[in-house]
């Protein structure tokens, strides 16, 4: 079956910007994470949803990182005037209920700022 | 300091030697354990459970220690295909994920 999906694969934008990342579960999977992934770093937690509701932000560096899943499905992260130490692969992740489910990971999308 | 600290790397070895990778973890209240893998520009992808009892699976064998908040991987019989970066990852109570920053593993011919 289809695995965890995310667009755009590469994203370039300049500071200042607003910019939207998508991410497609696996179809089925209530859990989804976003994690944000520095060069030669491991994936950084951002935030967790379960079903529609973020059951975890506190990953979220400030107030200009937002995310939704309005329908449970289909995720959406939202930064708000982006910044060049905003420049990272973002990854999505879903996995069938949260907790010790194996966490699907998605391509990623990498941002960069300039 | 990070709340998963893994050993430096590279490590580099031959074909068909065994490594040993360590991961140690600073919130006692941790529930669960993993070692995940990721080729290069690649998404991480799981290789096992690690459970206080050890697990072995074929040439991987993993260990928890709570006690020392210990986590080690153990590759057996390594092979070319087996270079990676190797992800020590930790879950808190509730749903947060940590992971270390890994150890990269290249394995020669």
Not at chain 1, 15 to 25: F, I, T
Not at chain 2, 25 to 32: E, G, I, K, M, R
Request: hydrophobic share 30%; with cysteine.
């Amino acid at each position: 079956g289809a695995g965890v999906s995310q667009t755009p694969s590469n994203k370039v934008t300049e500071k200042g910007k607003y910019v939207e990342l998508r991410c497609d579960p696996i179809s089925g999977h209530t859990a989804l994470y976003w994690y944000r992934q520095s060069l030669g770093q491991g994936p950084e937690f951002l935030i967790y949803f379960q079903g529609t509701g973020a059951a975890d932000d506190s990953g979220l560096p400030n107030d200009r990182f937002f995310a939704v899943r309005p329908e449970g499905s289909v995720s959406t992260l939202k930064i708000q005037r982006t910044e060049r130490g905003d420049s990272a692969v973002y990854l999505c992740a879903s996995s069938l209920k949260g907790g010790d489910n194996e966490q699907f990971f998605g391509p990623g999308t990498r941002l960069t700022v300039l | 300091r990070k709340e998963v600290e893994q050993d430096p790397g590279p490590f580099n070895v031959p074909e068909g030697a065994t490594v040993a990778f360590n991961c140690t973890y600073s919130n006692s209240a941790s529930q669960s354990f993993f070692w995940y893998r990721q080729d290069c520009r690649k998404e991480p992808k799981l290789l096992m459970s690690v459970y206080s009892s050890g697990n072995e699976d074929g040439r991987f064998t993993a260990q928890l220690n709570r006690a020392s908040q210990y986590i080690s991987l153990l590759i057996r019989d390594s092979k070319l295909s087996d270079s990676a970066t190797y992800l020590c990852v930790v879950r808190r109570p509730g749903f947060k994920t940590i992971f270390g920053a890994g150890t990269r593993l290249f394995v020669k011919a």
